[in-house]
């Protein structure tokens, strides 16, 4: 179930996914009603509407992850730091709102769970014998986008091995945002590898669903940033890859490493992580170079692929967020979108992908509710 929500300069658009248990999942995504405001009363539009919220409609629910979307981290972090309620994991990137605003907020909320912050740094939302583990705003001193994402993924390793952990076994997602994509992609990726490789992630077991993107953090000479997300208490039976080779390669066949998308079964629902996905053939190969148009449709249909892999459709899509290299081609998008996903929870931000050739990409999650023998969520 989804719905928009007007608040006071602000509006929510909030899907529910309601497998009939205790535990209820929102995703929400908040967005400024007037760009004409200054960044403070932005925030504060944000933040009262996020409150409000919580008081009404969200009433009882547990915050676990949110993402602020900003346009000038350097200049804003200090004020979002002082507004955060700090109440769940949560980060701030450059990544601008399309639609002329200065940020929006993507928030995921559940009810029926309980919530701590961990001594390793992790926050937790635990139920029935599973603890959801997220940690968001990695970041690094070291030199170069190499050797960040060496620190930032050891770091993370050192945090998961605190709770009797590993990245192989329990991490389900990633987020790896790159200043300057175009320049410092490579560096994340040979990072990441070298990384996979001591972690037993290879060809031959699996990798992480993951989106790696052009992100700016507050500090300007920092080159990479992450979020993760990893579950204690789940049976490998339960996690499944997505490959989608009608349509798509796997990503090994062109030197990155990432799973295309990853779906977890428990007893009542079936949860799809959909990595970051562009405008790609089976081959590797990057189709409709310099057609927004054309490249939005094929990207869209390779999502759709995945998603039925997991027997899923865009019906059972909570939140979407969506990446454009050019502003320009905004209206182009966003029509298409808001033909084909009325009030669908999402996000439109300017974030270059890997390969200068894509215009476009999009992540998404997705709920469905099956049955299975698997404990419940």
């Known amino acids: 179930m989804q719905q928009a929500i007007q608040l006071t300069n602000a509006f929510a658009e909030i899907h529910l996914f309601d497998a009939g248990t205790e535990v209820k999942e929102y995703h929400v995504m908040i967005h400024v009603d007037n760009p004409l405001l200054p960044f403070a009363q932005q ?31 350097t200049n804003q972090m200090d004020l979002i730091q002082k507004a955060e309620p700090a109440d769940s994991a949560w980060a701030v990137i450059q990544q601008p709102p399309l639609d002329g605003t200065k940020l929006a907020l993507w928030v995921y909320l559940l009810t029926g769970v309980e919530k701590r912050f961990l001594e390793s740094g992790l926050w937790e939302i635990s139920h029935n014998g599973y603890r959801h583990l997220w940690f968001c705003g990695a970041n690094s001193q070291a030199d ?3 050797d960040e994402t060496i620190e930032i993924l050891n770091g993370y390793v050192s945090k998961l091995e605190q709770e ?10 990633t987020w790896l945002f790159v200043n300057d994509v175009d320049n410092h992609y490579s560096g994340m990726v040979r990072a990441r590898n070298e990384v996979f490789d001591e972690q037993q992630l290879t060809t031959d077991t699996h990798f992480i669903a993951s989106t790696g993107i052009g992100g700016r953090q507050a500090d300007p000479s920092r ?4 979020d993760a997300y990893a579950i204690d208490g789940i049976r490998r039976e339960q996690v499944h890859y997505l490959h989608a080779t009608s349509h798509l390669n796997r990503t090994s066949e062109y030197g990155v490493r990432f799973e295309r998308g990853t779906y977890v ?15 790609i053939n089976n081959k590797g190969e990057i189709l409709h ?5 054309c490249q939005t449709i094929r990207m869209l249909e390779n999502v759709e692929t995945l998603l039925c892999e997991a027997d899923a459709t865009f019906d059972d899509v909570e939140v979407m967020v969506v990446y454009l290299r050019d502003i320009a081609d905004y209206a182009v998008v966003k029509q298409i979108y808001d033909e084909r996903f009325p009030g669908k929870p999402r996000v439109f931000v300017n974030a270059p992908v890997c390969r200068p050739g894509w215009l476009v990409e999009m992540e998404c999650q997705a709920d469905k509710k099956i049955s299975t023998e698997y404990p419940a969520l």
Do not use: P, W
Request: proline share 0%; net charge positive.
């Open 144 to 146: 170069g986008s190499h």
């Open 43 to 73: 925030l504060d539009a944000i933040v009262g509407a996020y409150r409000q919220l919580l008081d009404g409609q969200l009433k009882g629910c547990v915050a676990a992850f949110k993402r602020y979307f900003v346009s000038d981290a």
């Open 265 to 279: 079964d428990y007893g009542s629902r079936r949860k799809i992580f959909i990595s970051g996905t562009a405008s």
């Open 164 to 173: 009797g952990l590993t990245l192989e076994k329990n991490c389900i997602r």
């Open 289 to 293: 170079r310099g057609d927004i148009r």
């Open 223 to 226: 080159h990479v940033m992450m």
